[in-house]
């Protein structure tokens, strides 16, 4: 059974930093993609980032570039995402997602964590 | 950019409803259907416009390519009032839908 478990959300000022992460189990991690999608309160979902199998491409909304670093440990089955400067903007549940990809076959998120809220106020 | 529509819908157990998504410039086959429940992640539904993903009901399904996209859900039940996203895969930013709220009439 695939399982994706986010951890490290909580509250935090404006301006400070936070790192979550994304465990992962059921599939091999070091083959896949993944990616984060973040839900305001109350508001629909936005794509935050996403990282290739090795780690070596990775991408981001603009919004979040230059403050938002995604990274994984192949090793640990982890997923991170480490966020500074956070605004009140950036409040939101952050889901990890499984991103299956490669050439011109379909792509898609095929399996989700439950969430991670973050809060940025002060 | 992506345009889903309507973005609420009433309807009855039983009824078929469509939830139409436009893309702003073409998006070949590469749009995913998702359904989201009240404090719960997103399941996928379909994937590549038309593919089912295991373990959904029939009675969902997708069609369209290029611009043009729908989700359509024959005989509704009660657990398919839920909040369905749009979501294109073609290129980044990897954006969806606003979402169609589908409630109970």
């Known amino acids: 059974e695939v399982q994706l478990l986010e951890s490290g959300g909580g509250l935090v000022q404006p301006g400070g930093s936070l790192r979550l992460s994304c465990t992962a189990s059921g599939f091999t991690f070091s083959s896949s993609a993944m990616t984060w999608v973040r839900q305001a309160p109350g508001e629909g979902l936005e794509w935050v980032s996403t990282?290739?199998?090795?780690?070596?491409?990775?991408y981001y909304v603009d919004s979040v570039k230059g403050r938002f670093t995604i990274s994984r440990d192949n090793s640990k089955n982890t997923l991170y995402l480490q966020m500074n400067s956070l605004s009140a903007e950036d409040t939101a549940v952050y889901y990890c997602?499984?991103?299956?990809?490669?050439?011109?076959?379909?792509?898609?998120?095929?399996?989700w964590g439950q969430g991670t809220l973050v809060t940025v106020s002060s | 950019q992506l345009t889903q529509s309507p973005s609420s819908l009433s309807a009855s157990v039983g009824d078929s409803v469509t939830i139409t998504c436009r893309a702003s410039?073409?998006?070949?086959?590469?749009l995913a259907w998702y359904q989201q429940k009240p404090g719960k992640a997103p399941k996928l539904l379909i994937y590549a416009a038309s593919t089912l993903q295991s373990g959904v009901p029939s009675r969902f399904s997708g069609s369209g390519s290029g611009t043009d996209f729908s989700l359509t859900i024959s005989s509704l039940q009660p657990e398919d009032f839920a909040t369905y996203y749009c979501?294109?895969?073609?290129?980044?930013?990897?954006?969806f839908g606003q979402g169609t709220r589908l409630e109970i009439k």
């Open positions: 410039q073409g998006i070949s086959s590469y």
């Open positions: 979501q294109q895969l073609n290129s980044s930013p990897l954006t």
């Open positions: 990282i290739t199998n090795s780690g070596t491409g990775t």
């Open positions: 997602a499984k991103y299956v990809v490669g050439g011109n076959s379909p792509r898609y998120f095929e399996y």
